[in-house]
């Protein structure tokens, strides 16, 4: 047995282990029999009332956490071969293909689809299970209340211990350089969707936990408990602010405010801070410690982003396409690794200093060691503005980054064939698939897949996009050695433009500056270990310090002397407490790994400014002109461009010969759902689907 798989048993048994214990939670049996045992040994004056859950909900994903970020680094050491993840994937490949494609709910597929009927099944149960509890030992909490009244409370109260479930998977998708989405092949980008069903989830469960208790209050003339903020127990008034915040967050993250007003969904969701302090300041120290794990794990990732963000990032180039977009070149340090589809974050403070962009990266790693870029569409105001900044002849752009963040290795070379569909600015996550596919054709004895780039653009000036296939700088572009047809299609225009009428592609050249370094990984390029080494330590503090304060100083004003230690405080310490660990410990790291990240800046000479020269770009307007290099020629001819027409998407996949086609889309909703449902459609056993999506 390789130690890999011991690995993996070992995540698979302690997940297992914390799955059981939220399935025995609301039974009668733990809270009867096994509640008093487990409280008698855990809940010791180190850790009060926090014990059982810190020992039985908390640490289990925390190990997870830790240990997943040893088992990242040694299967990124190993670099498994590709020919073997050929036979685990087919094997497994029914559970990945698309199962359910609606417009609310997006592409899932079947194996998304167990695990959410596997989630509601758990919600269904333990609400099932408080209830027979409740009911078995009802409460009356007022004089002359009535039992159906009592059971009224019951429901509204247990449908916020529901909710209390979804939050502890909340945070893991939206927690970015996280190990325990690459555990089981997620990345945050692929997963935002989780959080969006988990965010509806909690909203309507909290939603009704609320109203329930304002209906019972007012049937039973209690409504002054509205305003209660108690020393002993949970604070109404924290609950009903948190149920406001939520609301908020709610209204605004809808899809089309999403699309259409991206910065008032992104202003109003930064209230997530002031949610979590009410949320937890409601339920407690206790209840607090059953979601701890996503909020730690977050918590680091948000300060590490944090500090990655305070250098700016050294921006080389800039081109400038005749449709408007533009493409990014920064220096980036030779050990920084990511895989093709990956993403970066960008903050132009010159625009706005709090707002972030996500783009994605159309380089490659391999081909491109010292550079990465990135591709911006002019869409809305930010884009617009940072194209404009770019025009104005500006010698140099401060410009702050965040990762880059993407899946942990390039499966989609495993196919024999790539049908790559895309539609408007959906095609920059497939540029990058084609140049890491362009260099690693320049292996000996090493299989490509053959690759059918299948592109739809709005008007002909959007075919520049196809420019960004070749690189920017001298890096050999080997496009001839790989097998490529591109069907491109244009749908709003008829013909050739005159050509005389249409701008050339343009590349502006920044000057460098001290103040800038290259973009490099936060941690150093044994990432993976130092971020295990940061939730190990943070946590184990946080534990130490939680205890010696609980011990040495709230203990003995709860039991030495007359005065009870007010509920809220206790939250308040474990808040504070794991924010101070966490900081410290990451700051620590950080500061440490910095001085590598310098040196290796350094060796990374300034860039010498060319004089800045028309571009071979723009090759597709002018078929007649002299192209003045075999990449270019290579380009053009593996290039069919259809006016005034759509592609038949369902005749094109139908018609792929090979065994094993990979088919990946990109662009507008409707049409990744068209290519979903041809793929699910049962009439061709050959496709493999995946869905590409940046509309978060």
Known sequence: MSSMTVFRLIFLVVFLGWLVVWIMLPTKLYKITWTPKLNSKL?????????????????????????????????????????????????????????????????????ELAFVAMFIALLIWSLGNYLYVSFGHLHIHKQGEKVWQAKFRSVSLRLGYVGNICWAFLFFPVTRGSSILPLVGLTSESSIKYHIWLGHLSMILFAAHTVGFVIYWAMTNQMAAMLEWGKTWVSNVAGEIAAVLALAMWVTSSYRIRRKMFEVFFYTHQLYILYIVFYVLHVGAAYFCMVLPGIF??????YMRFLQSQRRARLDSARVLPCGSVELTFSKSPGLYYNP?????????????????PFTITSSCKMDQDKLSVAVKRLGNWSQKLCQEISSSVDRLEVSVEGPYGPNSSHFLRHELLVLVSGGSGITPFISIIREIMFESTKPNYQVPRVLLVCAFKNSADLAMLDLLLPINDTPANISQVQLQIEAYITREEEHPIA?????????????????????????????????????????????????????????????????????YFVLWDMFLLCACIFLASSAVFLF????????????????VPTPTPSPGSWFRNSDRELESLPHRSLVQATKVHFCARPDLKRILFDCKASDVGVLACGPRKMRHEVAKICSSGMADNLYFESISFNW
């Open 341 to 357: 589809t990956s993403i970066l974050f960008l903050n132009v403070p010159s625009i706005s200093k709090l707002q972030w962009h």
């Open 297 to 302: 794990l977050f918590v680091i990732d948000r």
């Open 43 to 111: 809940n010791s004056t180190y850790f009060s009332g926090q014990g059982t859950n810190l020992l039985l909900l908390s640490f289990p994903m925390m190990f997870i956490a830790a240990l997943g970020c040893i088992y990242l680094h040694a299967k990124k050491q190993q670099r498994s071969s590709y020919s073997k993840s050929v036979v685990t994937s087919n094997r497994l490949s029914f559970l990945r293909r698309p199962a359910l494609v609606m417009a609310p709910l997006g592409t899932v597929t079947a194996m």
């Open 593 to 608: 790994r910095k001085k590598e990240n310098t040196i290796e800046g350094k060796q990374i000479q300034n860039l010498e």
């Open 500 to 568: 005389d009428n249409q701008k050339l592609l343009q590349t502006i050249w920044f000057k460098p500056n001290q103040l800038d370094s290259p973009i490099c990984a936060g941690l150093g390029q044994n990432n993976w270990l130092w971020l295990g080494a940061i939730i190990a330590s943070s946590f184990i503090m946080f534990l130490l310090i939680l205890g010696i304060v609980t011990r040495y100083y709230i203990y003995p004003i709860d039991h030495n002397t007359e005065e009870i230690y007010h509920f809220s």
